[in-house]
């Protein structure tokens, strides 16, 4: 079963725009919830991650919109930049285990 | 920057013969995964270690998988007989220098395997 869902499968924003992916998760164990960011032939690197008891975190133009309730979490790059075009993974689980989200291809067009 | 870092970055090797790859993880980390990620697909979790010993394995992780933290710097993960189906490219992850930051992973660059 997929323990972490995660749409859209891919995203085209403007030069300046918003982008939003979002994501959805099974278990209610899960205690953190990490984004990475991966470029063509590297490995994943982490961007940002909230635990659950946090609605919101923000780091730089990152932020991570976080529903305990709905069980939902969402990733918001503001004025988005060609450079930030990668794959980005959600990720939920615990200490010793963690599950991927199946990617968004993100592409700013300049 | 201390980073992750993997050996080969590219295995080619025939269907059934055994592969082993390489980490280094980094050095204060007390913590090691193993990933893998099939051509255009998700990342998986395979293992993670922690003590000398497995902490927990995915069902990706049969007997024909095994890893091993033979000294005080390699971490290594061993397929014992490769199939077509292990083609992937396999990331190796460590974290975990002090318990509160036990969650966040810092990933190598991975290891494409390619098995023939």
């Known amino acids: 079963q997929q323990q972490v869902k995660q749409s859209p499968q891919s995203l085209i924003v403007q030069k300046g725009g918003i982008s939003i992916i979002n994501c959805a998760y099974e278990?209610?164990?899960?205690?953190?919830f990490p984004w990475y960011q991966q470029f063509p032939g590297k490995g994943p690197a982490l961007l940002i991650a909230i635990r659950p008891d946090v609605s919101e975190k923000k780091e730089g133009r990152f932020t991570i919109s976080f529903n305990k309730s709905a069980k939902q979490f969402s990733l918001h790059i503001m004025d988005s930049q060609p450079g930030d075009s990668a794959t980005y993974f959600c990720a939920g689980g615990t200490g010793n285990q963690f599950y991927f989200g199946t990617g968004t291809s993100l592409t700013v067009i300049p | 920057e201390p980073e992750v870092t993997q050996t080969p970055s590219h295995q080619v090797t025939q269907m059934g013969q055994e592969v082993i790859l390489r980490c280094v993880p980094i050095s204060n980390h007390l913590y090691f995964y193993w990933y893998r990620q099939i051509l255009g697909q998700k990342v998986e979790f395979l293992v993670s270690f922690y003590n000398n010993e497995i902490s927990e394995k995915s069902e990706i992780f049969d007997d024909q998988f095994s890893v091993e933290r033979p000294d005080g710097s390699n971490f290594t993960l061993k397929i014992r007989s490769t199939k077509l189906e292990d083609s992937a490219m396999y990331f190796c992850?460590?974290?975990?220098?002090?318990?509160?930051?036990?969650?966040?992973?810092?990933f190598g660059p991975g290891t494409r395997l390619t098995v023939l």
């Open positions: 992850a460590s974290g975990g220098s002090q318990r509160e930051f036990l969650d966040t992973q810092y």
């Open positions: 278990n209610t164990a899960f205690d953190y």
